[in-house]
Nanobody, 123 residues
Framework: QVQLVESGGGLVQTGGSLRLSCAAS????????IGWFRQAPGKEREFVAC????????YYADSVQVRLTISRDNAKNTVFLQMKRLNPEDTAVYSC????????????????WGQGTQVTVSS
């Protein structure tokens, strides 16, 4: 079964940190780009970061590049999103997604999605 499963979300205070995980199964991982997206209530989905599995090449949204780090653990077939210095504007449902092809920040180009994990940052 091909799937992505996110975990690691929760409630954190402003200035805190969280590490999200995206566990992949049923994929030929070396062919995939895994991306993280977020959607806050009443807002459109927003690209956060992505990583090309085979080469480890990464790409970030300008708004988060300094505070967020995407990485992968090949042995665990898992992609991580380390988030630090969180603020209330980071509150959203964070979802990971997969696509075969070049790195992309366009969510419409991803065809495999996880269920999402809620991140809430209190002020």
């Amino acid at each position: 079964q091909v799937q992505l499963v996110e975990s690691g979300g929760g409630l954190v205070q402003t200035g805190g940190s969280l590490r999200l995980s995206c566990a992949a199964s049923g994929l030929t991982f070396s062919r995939y780009v895994i991306g993280w997206f977020r959607q806050a209530p009443g807002k459109e989905r927003e690209f956060v970061a992505c990583i090309r599995w085979s080469a480890g090449m990464t790409y970030y949204a300008d708004s988060v590049q300094v505070r967020l780090t995407i990485s992968r653990d090949n042995a665990k077939n898992t992609v991580f999103l380390q988030m630090k210095r969180l603020n209330p504007e980071d509150t959203a449902v964070y979802s990971c997604a997969g696509r075969i092809g070049p790195i992309s920040s366009n969510g419409d180009e991803y065809d495999l999605w996880g269920q999402g994990t809620q991140v809430t940052v209190s002020s």
